[in-house]
């Protein structure tokens, strides 16, 4: 079991025989909520020869966020986005500038590695020039957050 508060780490397990030697390994990304423990499963080929294992976090994962053109031609600026990850659900908060009036939606789309939206959440934005405001996109609730590749935020077509 392991716990760590807003830790979205990729971890590496390595299998180690009697003499020392590495044996196997095997990686998992994880994604931790506020004080919230998970229990992680390494799988290990061959585990006869393994005498003991070592678990080092391998990077810090984050996840690419691609602002679109749409959302500069519509006269607003992200400044900061920030993940949140709890109890199931995946959420990604933005710091959003407006430097003209704006009244309209946002989509931010989740992508995984082929590229294909594994889930969306959307806003409602509202600003004034010069206003500026915190905007949380919630994606649908058991979205597997260890598929996203990255997130594209673009403005929503009005129709």
Known sequence: MITKKELNSRLIAKAYDKDGNEVNRDAQTIWFADN??????????????????????????????????????????????????????FSLVSYIIADNNFNGRLIAKALDSKNREIGRGVVTVELLEDDAQEFTFNFPQGMNVENVAKITIEEKEKK
Not at 45 to 69: C, F, G, H, L, Q
Not at 72 to 86: D, N, Q, V
């Open 36 to 89: 919230t423990a998970k229990e992680i499963t390494f799988d290990f080929k061959d585990i006869s020869k393994v005498t003991r294992y070592a678990i080092e976090i391998a990077e810090k994962v984050t996840i690419p966020i691609d602002i679109t053109n749409s959302i500069s031609t519509a006269g607003l600026r992200i400044t900061r986005t920030t993940e949140k990850a709890e109890y199931n659900r």
